[in-house]
């Protein structure tokens, strides 16, 4: 483990997060909590700070007043980085290197 990193809340349930860096061999069998984690993917840290990935995420409320919000983001290989874990990946980029955020 390299270290923990800011404590950040969710903004719509208010569950606290603390996210811890690490560095995990290339080849580590990853097993994700299902009830907890939909896939796990890699991002290459050039395409996280590349503002070529940067768009915006489209997510729609149910219930009966549908409505369609927009969200920063970054888009790489079919995968949208959002929301909370956004945050936390701005946060790590910018402690790995303020000057390239």
């Excluded at 219930?63 to 936390?88: C, D, E, M």
Aim: hydrophobic share 40%; aromatic share 8%.
């Amino acid at each position: 483990m390299i270290g923990a990193l800011a404590t950040m809340q969710t903004t719509t349930s208010g569950i606290v997060v603390a996210p811890f860096v690490g560095v995990i061999p290339q080849d580590a069998p990853l097993k994700p909590q299902l009830s907890e984690v939909a896939q796990i993917f890699d991002v290459p840290l050039t395409a996280l700070r590349d503002p070529k990935f940067r768009g915006d995420y489209e997510w729609k409320s149910e219930g009966p007043a549908t409505r369609t919000s927009k969200f920063p983001a970054i888009l790489y290989g079919g995968q949208t980085i959002w929301g909370l874990t956004l945050r936390i990946t701005l946060n790590l980029l910018e402690l790995l290197d303020p000057t390239k955020t």
